[in-house]
């Protein structure tokens, strides 16, 4: 058997996150928000030599029914031989879409396969006598199934992300430790210029994260598909759409905050740029240290923790330039009412507290994705609670992917 001989037989879904319960500052009404999935696209393949080799053998296997709306096109490659040439087409004769592995594994359709539709496979093959080898398979997908696992991706076309903006896909309920390996065969990223990368799954299964060895390079494309639609598992569950966007990465913008003087520097491009005091949480309610993300802002909301068990931390408060940095509500925002001890007490309920001046700097500069560092805080950062892919180093992230990851990280799987 040859190294094409892999094909429909992968698995894998999407879905969303639980908040983790942190004291501190907590939206009323936050939600998660997630690209839609694409429709099908379709294109004719090159032309190639006629047969004149033995035919191969296709997967999905000729007369094969109910397979997944996201079975790929392998075959089984005499030594020596390579891929020259892969057609699907639909009964009408329509070809579909498609790119092959960077390994050779298999052929991928660039959208999801339509449910309860019969298609016709060929795959050509060049052999290293000049002969070539040619393969076909009609197979039927399966229908619609009734229980699917809910998906999101945090990434949406034509934006501008700082260069800690993670690709982060998400699960509901999370994908079982025996399938991540497969589900992660189907997560696509490219970037322009190349930069190797991992993906590392959190332990409960609901989200993945994926990112370089060190953070993006400034203008970087981002091109991202999260290939899920129909993908079974082994929990009777299957994928509910697939997933896709394109983004760019922004200039270099980073905030470090230290506990023992209670100031952020902030860095543009590597560059000291401003120096701004803080409160931070205080022994109660500390603030994470760790390296965490600029999720979502928003330069007016409310903060409403009334169902905190604590009654001293209870309270409904406007907030302006609110920056979220952890689904368990830390912020950076505006605080008008502890300008007075910024710079030398903690008094905050987990936030990063700055003058109103200062947050409104900070708001009209900060993307989505840039970093900010915490140290020298009472509390560290609890995985999963944010985007907290860059709170680990790579050796430790690395060790999250379902899949082995070579020296320095792993190139674009298509």
């Known amino acids: 058997m040859g190294r094409f001989a892999r094909a429909g037989a992968l698995v894998g879904t999407l879905g969303l996150v639980a908040s983790l319960a942190l004291s501190g500052c907590r939206e009323e009404g936050s939600a998660a928000e997630f690209v839609p999935?694409?429709?099908?696209?379709?294109?004719?393949?090159?032309?190639?030599?006629?047969?004149?080799?033995?035919?191969?053998?296709?997967?999905?296997?000729?007369?094969?029914?109910?397979?997944?709306?996201?079975?790929?096109?392998?075959?089984?490659?005499?030594?020596?031989?390579?891929?020259?040439?892969?057609?699907?087409?639909t009964a009408n004769g329509k070809e579909v879409k498609g790119k092959l592995r960077t390994d050779g594994s298999s052929w991928v359709p660039s959208a999801p396969l339509k449910w309860s539709t019969e298609y016709t496979a060929t795959v050509t093959a060049s052999r290293p006598d000049g002969s070539v080898s040619e393969g076909t398979s009609t197979f039927t997908t399966m229908a619609k199934p009734g229980s699917m696992i809910t998906s999101?991706?945090?990434?949406?076309?034509?934006?501008?992300?700082?260069?800690?903006?993670?690709?982060?896909?998400?699960?509901?309920?999370?994908?079982?430790?025996?399938?991540?390996?497969?589900?992660?065969?189907?997560?696509?990223?490219?970037?322009?210029?190349?930069?190797?990368g991992a993906w590392h799954w959190v332990s409960n299964g609901t989200q993945a994260f994926y990112r370089a060895p060190e953070y993006w390079k400034a203008g970087t494309k981002l091109s991202v598909r999260i290939?899920?639609?129909?993908?079974?598992?082994?929990?009777?569950?299957?994928?509910?759409?697939?997933?896709?966007?394109?983004?760019?990465i922004g200039s270099a913008f980073e905030m470090k905050v230290d506990n023992a003087d209670k100031q952020m520097?902030?860095?543009?491009?590597?560059?000291?740029?401003?120096?701004?005091?803080?409160?931070?949480?205080?022994?109660?309610?500390?603030?994470?240290?760790?390296?965490?993300?600029?999720?979502?802002?928003?330069?007016?909301?409310?903060?409403?923790?009334?169902?905190?068990?604590?009654?001293?931390?209870?309270?409904?408060?406007?907030?302006?330039?609110?920056?979220?940095?952890?689904?368990?509500?830390?912020?950076?925002?505006?605080?008008?009412?502890?300008?007075?001890?910024?710079?030398?007490?903690?008094?905050?309920?987990?936030?990063?507290?700055?003058?109103?001046?200062?947050?409104?700097?900070?708001?009209?500069?900060?993307?989505?994705?840039?970093?900010?560092?915490?140290?020298?805080?009472?509390?560290?950062?609890?995985?999963?609670n944010g985007w907290t892919a860059w709170d680990l180093s790579w050796s430790e992230f690395v060790k999250g992917s379902a899949l082995p990851v070579p020296d320095g990280g792993a190139g674009a799987a298509l």
């Not at 240290?289 to 406007?318: C, H, I, Q």
């Open 227 to 248: 290939a899920l639609a129909g993908i079974p598992l082994s929990n009777g569950r299957f994928g509910n759409v697939d997933r896709s966007a394109t983004a760019k």
């Open 265 to 384: 520097r902030v860095y543009e491009d590597g560059n000291l740029i401003k120096t701004l005091p803080v409160s931070l949480g205080k022994k109660k309610t500390p603030s994470s240290s760790g390296t965490l993300v600029v999720m979502e802002k928003k330069e007016a909301t409310v903060f409403d923790t009334m169902d905190d068990p604590d009654p001293e931390n209870r309270y409904v408060t406007d907030i302006q330039f609110a920056q979220r940095l952890t689904w368990g509500g830390e912020y950076i925002h505006a605080a008008p009412w502890s300008e007075h001890v910024q710079g030398r007490q903690n008094v905050s309920h987990g936030c990063v507290n700055v003058s109103l001046a200062n947050a409104r700097w900070l708001f009209e500069r900060t993307k989505v994705g840039d970093p900010i560092t915490i140290k020298g805080t009472e509390r560290k950062l609890a995985a999963g």
């Open 37 to 89: 999935g694409p429709s099908t696209s379709e294109a004719v393949a090159p032309d190639t030599p006629p047969s004149s080799g033995p035919p191969l053998a296709v997967s999905p296997a000729d007369g094969a029914k109910n397979r997944p709306v996201s079975a790929e096109i392998g075959a089984e490659l005499p030594d020596g031989s390579t891929v020259s040439k892969v057609s699907l087409t």
């Open 152 to 196: 999101g991706l945090y990434l949406f076309d034509d934006r501008t992300y700082g260069v800690a903006m993670p690709v982060v896909a998400e699960f509901h309920p999370g994908i079982p430790k025996k399938d991540r390996a497969a589900v992660q065969k189907r997560m696509f990223v490219q970037t322009d210029p190349p930069q190797p």
